[in-house]
């Protein structure tokens, strides 16, 4: 069993009056998935979740995906200054800790594309065992924040998010979770690695 890597469930929610009503087709849970999918060696079992702006229907997907068993929880959509945008209100109403880490760097990285990501009210937050990461909506924006920056010789420039993702779960008891280098290299101090076995 010494290369085995732990299986992860992982929670994607979109939230989207107008993709869960059906007006227009959900861009946010298959871009999740794939990127996740690139990015993980992990075997990965989704629960998805396409839902309406309504504060407390996040919050109780949010709850329904930690009970079942999601070490880590992401939501793409809701986060603007917008009336209907709730999602990190909805978020922070479920949170055990804030990890406000994640928010300012999402928004760091996205200020290298355009000035109004200062709009985004992106929050990350501890409930139980799971991690909980509010995402931007559209995809490009969702794997430039996961990913961060690199340059023309695909060198890190500005570290991702996700960088940080799997030592967060770690540390609140979830599964060893191992990303593939070229997509997003996670980083672990050595304390945390897990030495390979022979």
Known sequence: MSQTHDAVKIGIVSVSDRASSGIYEDKGLPALQDWLSRALL??????????????????????????AGCSLVLTTGGTGPALRDVTPEATLAVADKEMPGFGEQMRQISLKFVPTAILSRQVAVIRGQSLIINLPGQPKAIAETLEGLKDADGQQVVNGIFAAVPYCIDLIG?????????????????????????
Not at 174 to 198: H, M
């Open 174 to 198: 979830g599964p060893y979770l191992e990303t593939v280098d070229t997509v997003c290299k996670a980083f672990r101090p050595k304390s945390a690695l897990r030495t390979p076995q022979a």
């Open 42 to 67: 992990n075997p990965i079992t989704f629960e998805s979740r396409l839902i309406p702006d309504e504060q407390a229907t996040i919050s109780q997907a949010l709850i329904e995906l930690v009970d």
